[in-house]
């Protein structure tokens, strides 16, 4: 500096010698010395308020975090974006509620105009700056402060992506310094393509046609036009890309969607934009003014696509509740949070956390969710129950009848569809994967009879019997609609649904063992042990349960777990979560199918039997009924080898149906089924049978015992012939019909043992079966059985020979003794003093015997039930019988029709007539006897041998 003021002032100095420039000297000395200060003052002046602006500019943006390339790109790439759902293969169901629609699009998929409007309009400097324009940056902080009231900007493209997606919004010189830092380092890490399609993905855009707001320009073009971003034209792209600068003034559609009465702002907008494109050379004036008279009213869309929700509310609210918990664990991982590793409550609370993260993320992250549900099905059943006619009559306090129903497909456990409710605005909950109801009989092929029949407690034609019963520790039950059918088959009772012989199999299983499996199958009792009405259904579970358990049958007893979300991607495609099948094996494919072949008697013969009629299709199908106590609820789940379907019908509080329900929820199965089949047979039908595993064989068997059947057994026609598991074939016949020797003690009646003496047993039939212990089926039983019906039970066993017998006396002709006290005497001896054996008496309550001789000496013995015997009582001697001495009748010259009568003597005098015998023991004396004492009454009458 100072070396250019010397040589100015030598030049000066030259020019003094000069006549015309001496006569100015002084006056040009003076202005130039001015020049001089103010040029020195002003550099000096730039000067510090540069160091000053660069050391407030370094003081503001002190402690900012240095961003790695990544971690930028993660920040910048993190749009808040629509999520949207999806039926099954890959058809388009919706988006997701939310409070700000987007949709991610790559540059090369938006107009060309778009761009070149954006760069005219927003940043004239795009592809020149390096994140920040100086120029503008001065123009704004002057308008600042001089508050002119207009202001034009001083952000570029990069600096508005930093500010909406690493910055707050506040406005204020901090936030700005670091703005315009990041921006400067973004510029380093992205070209400038990758920023144009970032901002052109982040940018708000107002509102759509539907109300909603929008950013990003897939979304605008579709929400305001209903074009893809690629279809915009010249004057189209102008109106969207003026739109940025004031959304909500410059945006056609109001809060609820309607188009503005005043379109001015945004039309003024629009011939802006277009003048900026034609002043930067963007556009020809001729297209400039092409576009700015075209019609752009006409082109806004009178509708938004529709979001999932009103669409098919159903659907959007079961698949928002499936996939929070899927994104919940998703984070975690991704975190590397394993909650094992926290106490209970803490572990709790992190669960929380996560899961609010994931209800937020998964209405702004951009998640597709694609489903299982088959859309054309879905549609034809949400149109069928929209028939009124299918449904009874409403409760007494106005509940409308409802349906719950869910199809499964049984290979995969794929819902394919499902009915949540007739009306979602009259019933929101979900009543088919929900809302939990009494099972009903729909379980009794699972539980208790495939579980018996797994162990080989029953087959299909053994009988458990069906009579009045109550449930053990008290509690009644009975077969729905009353009576009992005595000794019906297995399969007879599933085929109509009887409720005393389902209860009476349960008592024969395994407790713990029975309990696991009904969590094997997918139900969750409400209580955590077996209780016996769960052999009734009494527990409640949900359709979709219920359904998913019973397929189990349908699938070889391998329960394939059911879902309804088949995978989870990001906005960018990547997969973060994929159903993978999950199973758990319940039964042998042998159980499964016996209890599928007695299913399929249900439909054609049994309580389902109206379904063949009410359907159009044919097919190999099974299914069980079932209705809950004060008939709340009433099932039908059928199945065929495909696809296992489950209709619920009741009201959405408990209350007991009304009319005929039975006909009315078959039809409505049925009806369901017919649209199904309708929209895509090839989804639910198949030609194939109900695959009949190895190990079934039919076999003959006697059906009260299930044993190999004897003559007896068929003469009395008890026979019964089924399928059976080969693993659980009998071996050894049943002869119990032939002659079964039993004994009586205390009155009641036991199975005689080899070793019981002949003399003390009678001989009946018996059952050779434990679900007939205690049970009297004499009523239920062929003609052609007779005689007396003995429980299958042993004679009790007593340790050592019995005591001697006590009490021993004799009056008369009789002998009597006490009853002896041990539990297994089956009756008494009687002997001569000198052995010999006189006579056998039955049963132990038995305690005297008249048929002895007067003047004899006796003893009795005790047998038991093994034929040990009693040493001998006490004697006891009977009374000689006492000679009645007869008087000879005087001679009589009388003729012999004249012998006196008797009591006459002859002489016209009565006699004493002769001396009797008293009658019952009455031998004469002042003081009568003791009278033998009468039998019980439940005693059997004495039997002399």
């Known amino acids: 500096m100072k070396s250019r003021i010397q040589q100015l002032n030598n030049w000066l100095d030259s020019l003094r010698d000069k006549r015309y420039i001496q006569r100015i000297n002084l006056t040009s000395l003076v202005l130039w010395n001015l020049f001089i200060i103010i040029t020195v003052t002003l550099l000096l002046g ?13 003081s503001l943006v002190e402690g900012e975090p240095e961003y790695t390339e990544a971690q930028m790109k993660e920040e910048v790439y993190n749009y808040e974006e629509t999520s949207e759902v999806y039926f099954a293969n890959d058809v388009y169901l919706g988006e997701l509620p939310s409070i700000l629609e987007r949709r991610e699009v790559e540059l090369e998929n938006v107009s060309d105009y778009v761009q070149a409007a954006l760069i005219s309009t927003e940043d004239e400097y795009f592809y020149e700056h390096n994140g920040i324009v100086p120029k503008a940056i001065m123009r704004a902080t002057f308008q600042e402060f001089v508050d002119t009231g207009m202001q034009t900007g001083g952000s570029t493209l990069t600096q508005q992506i930093v500010k909406n997606q690493m910055l707050s919004s506040e406005v204020s ?20 393509d990758d920023i144009l399609e970032a901002y052109l993905n982040i940018v708000p855009f107002g509102r759509n046609a539907g109300g909603t707001q929008i ?27 003026g739109i940025p600068q004031n959304p909500f003034s410059y945006t056609p559609f109001d809060g609820n969607g309607d188009l503005k009465e005043d379109l001015t ?4 907008r629009m011939n802006t934009v277009l003048y900026r494109m034609v002043d930067a050379g963007m556009i ?36 928002e509740r499936r996939a929070i918990p899927i994104l919940r664990d998703y984070f975690l991982d991704k975190d590397g949070v394993d909650l094992s590793e926290y106490e209970s409550e803490e572990r709790e609370s992190i669960r929380s956390e996560y899961y609010a993260r994931a209800e937020t993320q998964l209405r702004l992250g951009g998640y597709r969710i694609h489903s299982t549900i088959n859309k054309d099905i879905y549609d034809a059943m949400e149109e069928a129950v929209e028939n009124g006619n299918l449904f009874g009559p409403n409760s007494n306090d106005g509940l409308i009848e409802q349906v719950g129903a869910v199809m499964q497909d049984n290979e995969t456990g794929a819902i394919l ?20 109801r009494s099972v009903g009989s729909t379980v009794k092929p699972l539980m208790p009879f495939a579980s018996a029949m797994e162990r080989g407690i029953v087959q299909p034609g053994v009988v458990v019997p069906d009579v009045p019963t109550n449930y053990r520790g008290g509690g009644t039950f009975s077969n729905f609609g009353g009576g009992y059918a005595g000794i019906p088959s297995v399969r007879d009772t599933i085929t109509n649904s009887r409720n005393t012989p389902s209860v009476r199999t349960l008592w024969e299983l395994p407790e713990e063992e029975t309990y696991d499996e009904l969590l094997q199958l997918g139900y969750r009792p409400q209580e955590d042990h077996m209780l016996q009405s769960y052999a009734l259904g009494s527990f409640t579970a949900t359709v979709e349960q219920n359904t998913n358990a019973l397929s189990t049958l349908a699938t070889g007893g391998t329960r394939n777990h059911s879902y309804m979300i088949d995978r989870i991607e990001t906005h960018t495609g990547e997969v973060i979560y994929e159903h993978e099948s999950e199973q758990t094996e319940v039964f042998s494919p042998q159980t499964a199918y016996l209890a599928i072949d007695m299913m399929r008697d249900v439909v054609s013969s049994g309580t389902a039997s ?14 069980k009924t079932g209705t809950s106590q004060y008939t709340y609820d009433y099932w039908f789940v059928g199945m065929n080898p495909k696809v296992s379907f489950g209709v619920w019908l009741g009201y959405s509080e408990h209350r007991s149906l009304q009319g005929d329900y039975a006909p009315r929820n078959q039809r409505l199965w049925a009806t369901l089924m017919n649209a199904a089949v309708e929209a895509d047979s090839d989804a639910v039908l198949t030609d194939d049978r109900f695959s009949q595993p190895d190990g079934i064989v039919r076999q003959s068997i006697c059906g009260i015992s299930g044993l190999l059947p004897s003559q007896a057994c068929y003469d009395a026609g008890l026979v019964n012939t089924d399928l059976f598991n080969s693993a659980h074939l009998p071996s050894e016949y049943d002869d119990s019909l032939s002659g079964t020797r039993y004994v009586t003690i205390s009155g009641q009646s036991y199975l005689a043992y080899d070793d019981t003496p002949s003399e003390f047993t009678d001989t009946g039939f018996s059952v050779n079966s434990t679900f007939f212990s205690g049970v009297d089926i004499s009523n239920y039983l062929p003609e052609s059985l007779s005689g007396n019906l003995v429980p299958e039970r042993d004679a009790p066993i007593v340790d050592g020979n019995p005591s001697e017998v006590t009490g021993v006396s004799s009056s008369g002709g009789t002998i009597s003794w006490a009853q002896h006290g041990a539990g297994d005497i089956v009756g008494y001896r009687i002997y001569t003093a000198s052995g010999e054996h006189v006579a056998s008496v039955k049963g132990n309550t038995t305690t005297s015997y ?47 029709e004249d012998t006196p009568s008797e009591g006459d003597n002859g002489n016209g005098e009565d006699t004493e007539p002769p001396e009797e015998t008293p009658p019952n023991g009455d031998d004469g004396d002042d003081e009568p006897t003791e009278p033998e004492p009468e039998p019980e009454p439940d005693d059997p009458p004495t039997t002399d041998t």
């Open 850 to 896: 008249s048929g002895v001789s007067s003047g004899q000496s006796y003893y009795v013995a005790a047998v038991d039930t093994l034929g040990r015997q009693s040493g001998a009582s006490s004697v006891t001697e009977t009374e000689p019988d006492e000679p009645i001495e007869e008087e000879e009748p005087p001679e009589s010259d009388l003729p012999e």
């Open 46 to 58: 730039t000067t510090f308020v540069g160091a000053a602006g660069a050391g407030y500019f370094v």
């Open 417 to 436: 569809s499902f009915v949540g409710g007739r009306d979602f605005e009259e019933e929101s909950f979900n009543l088919a994967t929900q809302a939990r």
């Open 284 to 319: 020809t004036v001729e297209e400039y003014e092409e576009a700015r008279d075209y019609d752009i009213v006409s082109d806004f869309t009178d509708s938004a696509p529709r979001n999932s929700f009103e669409r098919y509310p159903y659907i959007t609210n079961e698949l």
């Open 173 to 192: 010189f901090d936030r700005k310094a670091r703005e315009m830092m990041i921006a400067m380092r973004l510029e380093n890490y992205l070209d400038k």
């Open 265 to 268: 702002a945004g039309l003024s």
């Open 215 to 241: 950013a990003g320009i897939q979304a605008a073009a579709n929400g305001i036009f209903d074009v893809d971003a690629s279809e915009l034209n010249l004057p189209q792209s102008a109106f969207i890309a």
């Open 610 to 623: 109206r379904i063949p009629g009410l359907t159009n299709f044919g097919g190999d199908w099974a299914g």
